[in-house]
Every structure is written in structure tokens, then in C-alpha cells.
């Protein structure tokens, strides 16, 4: 079958046809190309000609003539746009032209910059000309460092080791700072909270050695869509950024769709598990050989869609094997394997996280099924845009879960359609994450008392430092004294760098299957956890929490596992406050309790177990508000703790809709008598340590974030409540729905 | 929505509520633990080392009378100065054969942190030169840390006239240090002819048989020289930085004294190295063999590097060692164009019983080989068979071979019977 009778079907059979909620054709899109300017240099424009470049596409065109013209850019168009051409034509360009200018090309992963480099190098080999274009990451090896730092024109890297590698040791780079003419920055879109604030501080660093030698590069900036790509890209420079935003580059007929599974609970708002509709779906896709990438939330949800699948291509006689799960914690190699088996059309179907979703090269597939919504608007266009073909017809389609978010959407489409995509917002100006890179910046260079570093706190940053032994003031200037080598201790992803490795203990020699965060370590890979890798069960025999290890061992059981973790809020100070809403800092601790054994498939609890591990505190950022005791004098604390806790699920659940944030981002809270309030609180928190923003803004939108909430709980089809609003009925009790909306619309006055 | 403007409370508390709250977040961690006290003699006690007191030369006593930062000191030692078993003037004799100690400098810093990076300063640089009849210890202290560059422009001065750099550990830590610094100050870095740096003949010569190669082990072993109260490198730091706030000079003295110390160890240790490379065999001293052979065939000796080589036997015992050994000596014999020698040389291992382990099917492929250039093909085929029959058994007993190893042992499977086909080829 053709991808054209599948969409047919879909449309006119009974068992899919009515959950469509929507359906919408965008019609195929011509390109629109330009001639080479006239000012590009000859070499290079035979050397593309020879690699079938004839014409350039007009983003391409005009990319090239305001880099020409001195300008900051960032690029915003679609995957497979040739976005790469953008930078890399002006950067060649200008090296051809002589003066032996340099460009530094960041890329947010390793596996990015490979990528990159591999397509650099072939250009340049087709234009015959000796320029050296060189990876320079961990991998790199010693004796070839040396030849980068003096001989690369081209330098690609990540921001993790421009910020521990390179600044600290910019002397040894005089070649390349002296030099520097241009910055590439790709995936912009990828640096946004914790990671971009601390991006915006490198290149804070940046700016700084490169005054030092002289130089001024210009940045070129590439994004997928966002809300506001000049805006972030002005906020990560500290500069105005001119916006390329109009693609000239082709794409066929793309078909969007949203579906809602079918209710099968109608009192309890159940709905069939999205998991196993989207395989229902997906079998045609699977029938009819249409190479289709899925994409879950979760890692657990990822490796359950793999077995899935492969059952279902085991009964429509596809390969198992041409089936593969693709997320965080597979090593590179596994990684790597499943990429070239997507290009080259091995691989049928992949189950991915948003692991796969930034710019890794794995072609253009034909359809895309979100298992869930990803959480917010941008990367829902980002995972539906893996499947598009430039000529072809492409399908993607969102495949609602029974989440509050999930429901929304489903019953509100038009909000995916119409809605403007969320902002990237970081916070360079954190706290935490400014002082670590003052530190940085005052081993690469002492910080004269006329500088400024960000915003004006920089001189009572110093003078901390400086209490805490790491700076000493002389002669105008601060220096950095302290032993350590500040740049290890700085993490750019998160504010613990480190791991639990997951160590396969069924063969006699064990081996490493994997890693787990740190945060996410306890409710993974408790003891007694089933944690799932590759599509296979693992029990977890012994976790090693001071040695960082999981030791777990191969098993074949019908459940999986749930930790539950007891989370708990104590306020440290109060920024602002207006009415019954405030928000300010907070240390919030973490006590995982319990884990429950659900039975695969069904989800029904069969057992529960104790988890032993030590409590763990997170300082950070957090929005509250206050449903003063008084004004409910009919309920009871049950009551009223149901009724918290409703509030707090549609709270948490509504809030990623104006944030653009992963869910996992924000946690919650309630308290029947806070310590600090004194009454009735729910609390929004950052999972980030210091927080990037996100609770101030929470607290800008107080009065709009309970509103639609309670339009998110009003407008839910259950009778009492279901996790698509409150919460589950059972654990919250039948009132808790009636009973939130009270406390949402009438008790909460946030001014 | 609109635009996300950081709003005035998250940003400018005042200033006391900043640190305040940089301390509740706990930044600044890396910041150094209170130093422990320095436990060593202050100035005026008697410090039990081989160099004498040097002389403040360029600035007064009180840290106010440094009025540029830096302060300077000198000290000469003359031939006659001994440190362990060493002399000075014997040590510079040693050296001094390419005719360029006038212009040798050696030279040994100290540093505000050991990782190195830009934010690494060099207070204190040691210099020893060979001037007047004596050796001249030279250090350049910094006495606050806006006086670099008046510090660099010196160290420059020093190093014009010098040719050649000597130091221990100094490509790896002090001259990147020092040439960053330069950079940092906007000053050309001094270039030499060349730079030894000891710690890699040293390593071979003395590593295995120290069981280290740090300097202050070879002062004591090799030189005979111990050191006594002295201040351990990675106290200086911090002694360093606590000088900077408290001003107070004389917590700096036996920084000045481990520095001298240093210098003076450099020297003699360099003459040491020089000594027993042009005459190992009758240096004295105990080596390891196999690292020295190592040097002097560098050097071209290889007839003397085979005579080390052959020591190095008589201690291995490791069959692992002794493999090791073997392909360095036949390479010696190679390079004095003397094939039958280290033919001689594999047959009288094979010959002496070893363990059947993938060493011995090592040497029993060389044998091979070389019994092949003598034409003698039964001889070859014998020892082929041998070194496969031991081969076929640790593969069918890999339980102890993993990784590298056993992929080892396939490979020269592999080769035993690729080389066995062709002798029967040729055997007929």
C-alpha cells in the first residue's frame, strides 16, 4: 500500500476514522533559488557546481550577503533546508579570499560536530585548496591537539570544551583567537535553559579573550523554529542578531494529524494506552514498508514501543530486527549503527526519545507518530519534521495520552496550529551560574574593576570570591588563587555532571550497558527496579550509591516498575509577592519511598516494595499560591488535600504551555499549612539548581496559569476527576474535581 | 505572552543579600580549604640543606620596600661545593662536553596551582647559570602579583644570552607556565636551541628500579643527597596564596629554600645523567639496564646497548620481561648489522626452559624466522610446530585470556600457520 491509500484508510475506516480530531494538508512548497552572488569566490562555486549545486536557495543567498556585510544572523528554517551552506559558504568564502582568518564551529553534541565535519571536508576536498577543518573534542587525540590549535582554519567543538579545554588554555590558541572571524553556532535552539544560561556566560568568556587578542568575530546562528529566535539568539550574544526566517528550500505534501485513542472508561476519563494505540496505527504504516520514526516521552515508554512494535512487524512478516529503540543511555556505538541502518533504509521503524530529535543525520523519513506530546509546541514541529521528503508525501501524526496536556491539545487541536510557538528563554544572569563563570573568567584573565561581566552584581560576585579564597584583589584588578582548576567543576548541562553506570551482571564477566543521571538514579535504578535497555528486563540486584553503579541482571517478568518519591519545600526567601501568589527561592528535598509493581500491558498494581536511599536537597527557584484556610471553612483537611492536590497536577500540567520547558522541568508541591505561608500553598519549583527563570515567569503569568487551569479541569469530559485534569480519581476521592475548581476559581486571589 | 525581561528583584538585591545567597547555593566551592599551617623551620633556625643562604640583592627587608614586586636573590656555589656524593664542578664537567655551558640555563618554578591553565601563576622562578668560576642560583621572587611583568622583563633579560634550557618536568609544566605568562603580559617568550627535560632519562634509567622518578627520590638515591624539612610541593600553594593577604615575607623562606634545593639537585642530577650516559657500564650506580640501553642506542651506541641489554636479562625473570627485553636486543643487533647475533640470541632462549605461555610461542616465531634466513627450513618447521602446539592449547584453555591478550593470541595463531604452510611449501 501506498502512503496515499494508508491516510485513505485512516480517514474512512471506523475503527481509526473517528478519533482523528484533526487532520490538515499543507500543500507541497516549491524552491525558490537564486544565482551565485557575484562576489562568492570562483573555486567555490565550481566546487559546488561539481557536487550539483547549480543555484542557491534565496535563505542561502542572503545568509551569505549579510555575514558578507558584517552582521550577526541566525538562520531559522526547516530540517534538510541546507542550513549547513549558510555558514559554511561565507566562512569558506572568506578563507579562500586569504589573511588566514579562523572560524569556530560549536555544535551542541559530539555526534553533531562528526557529523558536521565529514560533510566540511568534502567540500573542501572538492575545492582543492589546503584548508584544515578539525574536530577537537574529548576524542581527540594529544598529538594531534597541537596541529589544531596551530594549523585548523576550521576548529568544530562543543561548548563543553570550549568552556574546560580551550578558554582556560586560550594562550596555547593565540593562532586562533588572534584570528577569529566567525563563530558558528548551530541548533541555537538547543540552548535554552540551564545549558543556555550557561552558554550565554562562554561566550561571555569568549569575548572577553578575544578582545584580549584583538579580535571581533561575527556570529552566524542557526536554529530550528522557535517563538523567538532573534530574541534568543540577542539574549545569548548580549547583541541584536538579524533574523533569516524564510526557507526558499523545496518540500512535498505533508499531512498533520491528531488523534485521541478511544475512551474505554467513560467514569474514570480512561482512555486506550497511547502506547499501544500508536502500534494499532502504525501497523499500517509497517504493512505498507513506510519507513516511520516514533517518538516517546519517556525512556521507559521508548523501549515499551520497541517489544510492541516488534511483535506487531512479527505478525505483519517484517524483520523484528528492522525494528530498533533509540534514546539516551544506548552507547554511541549502538547509536551510531541505528543512524546509518535509518539512511540506509535497514532500520524500518525506530522508537525514539527526543534523543533523536536535534539534528543527527538520519535522512528524510515518511512518517513520524508522537507517542504523547513532546511538550511544547516547537519540539512537537521539530519531531513531526523528521518526517518530510522533498518531493514525496510525508504523514505525522500526535497520538494523545490520557495526560491533562495531552487532552488539551487533543480536544483544543487548534491550539497546536494556531497558537505562536513558545519562546526559548534562558537566564545567563542566575546567580549560581554567573559566579561559576566569573570564576572561570578570572583564571583565563584578571578581571579589571572597570570590566563588566553580565549584570551589575559583578562587583559583589568578586567580593565573595575573593571571601571565599578564590580571588585576590591588587592593583585594580582581580586575580584567581585558588588551586583547583575552576572549569572541572562547572557542569554545562546540568548542576550534577554525574552518572550511575549500569553494569550487566547475568554473564559472568559483567559489562556496562548504560548510564542514568544522577537525579534520575533513584527512581530508575532503585534496587529492585525493572530497568528496561534495548527492549530487555533488567532487575536491579544492588545499587552502589556512593560508587555511582547499578548492578543489575537480566530477568523475564510481566511488570515494571514506579518509584514513588516524597518530595518536600521549604522556602528561603521571598523575591516578590502579590496577594496569595509569591515567588522566591527555595530548598526542596527529595525522599524516594516506595516503587509499585505494575502489571505490563493492564498497568494493575501487583506489589510494592521500600526504596533505601538517602534524601536529597535541591536549592532552587519556585512560584507558590496561597488558598487561605478561611476562606474554605467547609473542608475538611482529606478534603482540602485532595483539592490541593488537584489544583497542583492541572497546575504543573498547564504551566509547560507557556514555558518552553520539558514537563520534567517543574515539580510540585502542596501543603495544607506551609511554614512559610501559614495557610493552605501549592508550589511550582525548578528542577534546576538556582532555576533558569522559569518560576519568575510563572510568577508574571499567576493570574493567567489558574484560569487555565481550571478552564483545563472545567472543560475535561470526566465525571470526578481523571489524570487528564486533577489527578486520579481514586488516589484524590470523587469531590476533588468539584472541589479544585472551587479553590482555582474563587479562594486563590493572585492579584 | 510577552517578552521576558528579567525582572529587577532577581537581579539586583542588594549587595549583602547577593552573598548572602551565592553562600546559601553554595558557590564558590572550589575556593581552598583553610591551609594547614606550614610545618617546617621558619628563617633563623637551622635548615639542614646543602645551599647556603642567598643574598637579598635587589630590595629591602619590609614588603613596602618592594616597590616594583619583585625581589631578587643570588647565590653561588663554587666547584668544591658538595651535595651527597656529588660536586658541583665534577657535575658541570660531566655536562659540559658540547661546549655550550655558558650559555645552559637551568630552571625550576613555583606555582599558585599544580593543573596548570592560564590562571596559573609562576611566583617564584629559579635560575642557575655558570658564571664567575661558580654556579649561579638565581630566583626571582614575586612579591605581589602586579609585578609580572617587571618579573618577566627580567626573566627575559636572563634568558637572552641562553641556548639551551634544561629542567625537570619543565616541557610538560614549567615553560608552558612561563611561555603563557609571557603571552598574557604581551611579551615575546624566550626561545631556545633546545630544552632537555630530565624527567625522561631519568624515568629510564631509574623508574623501575626506584619504583618512582621523582626528584626528590633521585636527589636522595641517586645523588645521596636526603632532604630534610623540606617543604612538600603541594603545600606551596597555598603557603603563597596565604602570603598574599597577610603580606607576611617570611612564611616564604622555605619556599625559596625547596626552590634553591631544587636548582642545585638539577644540576648534579643532570651531571649524574650525563656521566652514565657516556659511560654506563662503569657508572656505578645502580640502573635499569633495559631503559639505559634504551638511551645509549638512541645515542648510536649500540654495541654498549646490547651489553646493557644483556644485563637487563639477567635480572628479568617475568617471562613478559624477557620477551621485551629479547626484540630490543635484536634490535641492537640489527642496528650493528649483526643478524646471527640475535639469531644466537633467540635459539639460547629458546634453548634455556621457559614456560609454555604466549611468550615462549613468541620466541619460538623469531627462532623461526631467523632459522628461515639460514635456510634451515626442518629447523623453522620444528619450531613453528612447537610454538602452534603451545598456542592451540591456551586457546582451548582461554579461561585466563581476555581482551587484548587473547586477540593477540589468535592473531599469532594466525601468522604460526600462515608461516607453517609456507615452510611445508618449501620443505616440499
Known sequence: MTLEQILDAYRTRPRFAPQFTAWRTFPAKRAQFVEFPETMDPRLRHALARSGIAQLYTHQAKAFAEVRAGRDIVVVTPTASGKTLCYNLPVLDAILRGGGPRALYLFPTKALGADQVDELQQLIRSLEVEIGAYTYDGDTPGDARRTIRTAGHIVVTNPDMLHTAILPHHTKWLRLFENLRYVVLDELHHYRGVFGSHLANVLRRLDRICRFYGSAPRFICCSATIGNPGEHAARLLERPVAVLDESGAPSGERTVAVYNPPVVNPALGIRRDAVRESVAVAEELLKGRIQTIFFARTRLRAELLTTYLRDAARRQHVDPEAICGYRAGYLPSERRTIEAGLRGGSVRAVAATNALELGIDIGQLSAAVLVGYPGTIASTWQQMGRAGRRADRSFAVLVATSGALDQFIATHPEYLFDQPIEQARINPDNLLVLASHVKCAAFELPVRDDETFGPNTLPEILAYLEEEGVLHHEDNAWHYVAEAYPAEGVSLRSASPQNVVIIDTTEPRPRVIGEIDLPSAPAFVHEDAIYIHLGRQYHVDRLDWDERKAYVRQVDVDYYTDAQIAVGVRVLEEFARERDAAHGEAAVTFRPTIFKKLRLATHENVGFGTIHLPETTLHTTAAWWVFPRARVPEMGTDALQGALLGVAHALQNIAPLYLMTDPRDLGSTVEIRSPHTGEPTVTLFEEIPGGVGLAERLFALRRELLDAAASLVEGCGCEHGCPSCVGPVLELGPEAKRRALHLLRDVCVPA | ?428
Not at chain 2, 132 to 148: A, D, I, K, N, P
Not at chain 2, 202 to 223: F, I, N, P, Q, Y
Not at chain 2, 290 to 309: P, Q, W
Open chain 2, 1 to 428: 505572552m510577552s517578552a521576558y525581561q528579567p525582572e529587577a528583584s532577581n537581579v539586583a538585591p542588594g549587595g549583602e543579600a547577593i552573598r548572602e545567597r551565592l553562600r546559601r547555593l553554595g558557590a564558590g566551592a572550589t575556593g581552598r580549604a583553610p591551609g594547614r599551617p606550614a610545618s617546617m623551620p621558619r628563617t633563623g633556625e637551622t635548615v639542614a640543606t646543602a645551599a647556603p643562604p642567598a643574598t637579598s640583592l635587589e630590595t629591602g627587608l619590609a614588603p613596602a620596600a618592594v616597590g616594583d614586586g619583585v625581589e631578587i636573590l643570588r647565590a653561588g656555589f663554587g666547584p668544591g661545593h658538595r651535595h651527597g656524593r656529588c660536586a658541583v664542578g665534577n657535575a658541570l664537567r660531566s655536562i659540559d662536553h658540547g661546549g655550550d655551558l655558558g650559555r645552559t640555563v637551568w630552571l625550576d618554578t613555583e606555582t599558585t596551582g599544580l593543573a596548570g591553565g592560564t590562571g596559573t601563576y609562576a611566583f617564584l622562578v629559579g635560575l642557575a647559570y655558570c658564571g664567575g668560576g661558580q654556579l649561579v642560583v638565581e630566583q626571582l621572587l614575586l612579591r605581589r602579583l602586579s609585578g609580572e611583568r617587571r618579573l618577566l622583563s627580567v626573566l627575559a633579560e636572563r634568558l637572552a644570552g641562553a641556548r639551551h634550557l634544561v629542567t625537570f618536568n619543565g616541557q610538560r609544566f614549567d615553560w608552558p607556565i612561563i611561555e603563557a605568562r609571557f603571552i598574557l603580559a604581551r611579551q615575546r617568550p624566550a626561545s631556545f636551541d633546545a630544552h632537555t627535560d630530565l624527567i625522561y632519562p631519568a624515568r629510564r634509567l631509574w623508574h623501575r628500579v626506584l619504583g618512582t622518578h621523582r626528584l626528590s627520590t633521585l636527589e636522595a638515591e641517586v645523588l645521596g643527597a636526603p632532604r630534610n624539612h623540606d617543604v612538600p610541593g603541594w603545600e606551596i600553594p597555598g603557603i603563597y596564596i596565604r602570603y598574599l593577604r597577610d603580606t607576611d615575607r617570611a612564611a616564604l623562606d622555605p619556599i625559596l629554600v625547596h626552590n634553591r634545593a631544587d636548582l642545585l639537585a638539577l644540576v648534579l642530577l643532570h651531571g649524574e645523567v650525563s656521566r652514565i650516559l657516556r659511560a654506563p657500564l662503569d657508572a656505578g650506580v645502580a640502573l635499569d639496564w633495559e631503559g639505559t640501553g634504551v638511551l645509549v642506542g638512541r645515542r648510536g651506541a649500540h654495541a654498549v646497548a646490547i651489553e646493557c641489554f644483556e644485563r637487563a636479562m639477567r635480572d628479568a625473570c617475568e617471562p613478559g620481561d624477557r620477551w621485551r627485553v629479547l626484540q630490543k636486543l635484536a634490535r641492537a643487533h640489527r642496528a650493528v648489522h649483526d643478524p646471527d647475533g640475535a639469531r644466537r640470541r633467540w635459539e639460547a632462549e629458546a634453548g634455556t626452559w621457559m614456560r609454555p605461555d604466549r611468550f615462549r610461542a613468541h620466541v619460538l616465531e623469531e627462532v623461526a624466522k631467523a632459522r628461515t634466513r639460514q635456510h634451515d627450513i626442518r629447523g623453522a618447521r620444528a619450531a613453528v610446530t612447537e610454538a602452534l602446539s603451545i598456542v592451540d592449547e591456551l586457546i582451548d584453555g582461554t579461561a585466563g585470556l581476555h581482551g587484548a591478550p587473547a586477540a593477540g593470541v589468535a592473531r599469532l595463531a594466525d601468522r604460526l600457520r600462515a608461516r607453517l604452510a609456507r615452510l611445508v611449501e618449501r620443505d616440499g
